[in-house]
């Protein structure tokens, strides 16, 4: 499970690499260095959070794993979004808080799970 996330983020640190030595920061560019920075951020946090995960092939373990890929990715989302406001120019510290608290919020209910009815 952890071949295609070391991928993404060998590939996508290529790309931060290839851009920053190649390109002038300006349009496509931009956005091909933020897109690739938020699959870096989201592929590393993916590859630390399912280092602390449950082994092994139990619902548990796989509850475990999957609730890790859904963090890592939620991460390079926020960084993304971060990212590419700072890039446009509309990034505030208001702003940034919606992001992250939106996505704090969103992980708190995915993470409650539902209550049991009678």
């Known amino acids: 499970?952890?071949?295609p996330v070391v991928l993404?983020?060998?590939l996508s640190l290529g790309t931060i690499g290839?851009?920053?030595l190649t390109q002038e920061p300006q349009g496509m560019a931009v956005l091909a260095f933020v897109v690739a920075l938020a699959v870096a951020a989201g592929a590393?946090?993916?590859l630390l959070l399912l280092r602390w995960s449950a082994a092994g092939r139990s619902v548990r373990a796989r509850t475990s794993r999957a609730r890790a890929v859904r963090r890592g990715i939620g991460v390079g989302a926020v960084f993304g979004l971060i990212a590419g406001l700072q890039a446009i120019g509309g990034l505030t510290p208001l702003t940034a808080?919606?992001?992250?608290?939106s996505f704090a919020a969103a992980e708190y209910v995915l993470t409650a799970g539902a209550t049991p009815s009678r």
């Open 44 to 46: 590393l946090a993916t």
């Open 8 to 10: 993404a983020l060998i």
């Open 1 to 3: 499970m952890t071949y």
């Open 18 to 20: 290839a851009l920053v």
């Open 97 to 101: 808080l919606f992001v992250v608290l």
